[in-house]
Structures are given as structure tokens and as C-alpha cells.
């Protein structure tokens, strides 16, 4: 099982609570942690990726074990803690202002 973890408004928009857990059959990645989460809550679809691109929103982060992998490929294989269900992936929200 995969741990998600979202920020409040996903989590409200959800209808969760705590931290999603997510079966990801094959790789898992960070592509295909998003598509498990679309799939199993399709109210989420748009808000992490673009519709067509699927390409991350704006103010959208991706972190898992101390390190921000916003930038890796989608495709990259997530860290082996992430697998075995040790550690969450978590999509935060990023603060932006001045």
C-alpha cells in the first residue's frame, strides 16, 4: 500500500481525513501514484495535473523521505520506503507571495 498524503483543500474536496492509502500495481512512480489517486477519487482530477498535459499545477509540490522530487520525471521510480508503505508520498501546497 502506498501512503498519500494531501494538502487540507484536496483532502476536503476528497472527503478524507488522514492520509490515503493506495494499492499501484506496477512501478510505482509518481505518475502512477497520481493516476491511482484520480482513479479512486475522480473529483481530483485537474486539481494535482493538468487535464490534458498532465503536467503538475502551479503551487503543487512532490516529497517523499526528506527530499522534494517536484522536479524528477514522472515516470522515476519512487524511493523503496514509499513502496514498502514505510514512508508517505505527500503533495503539499506551496506558498507563494511577496
Known sequence: MIRVVLPPHL??????????????????????????????????????RDHVTLQRRPFLRFFACERDLTHEPPDAPLPDAVVAGAEPFFVLGAIAGG
Do not use: C, F, K, N
Request: proline share 3%; net charge positive; aromatic share 2%.
Open 11 to 48: 483532502r476536503t474536496l476528497a472527503q478524507v481525513r488522514d492520509e490515503v492509502q493506495l494499492d499501484v500495481g506496477g512501478r510505482v512512480t509518481r505518475a502512477s501514484v497520481l493516476d491511482a489517486l484520480e482513479a479512486r477519487y475522480p473529483v481530483l482530477r485537474g486539481t494535482i
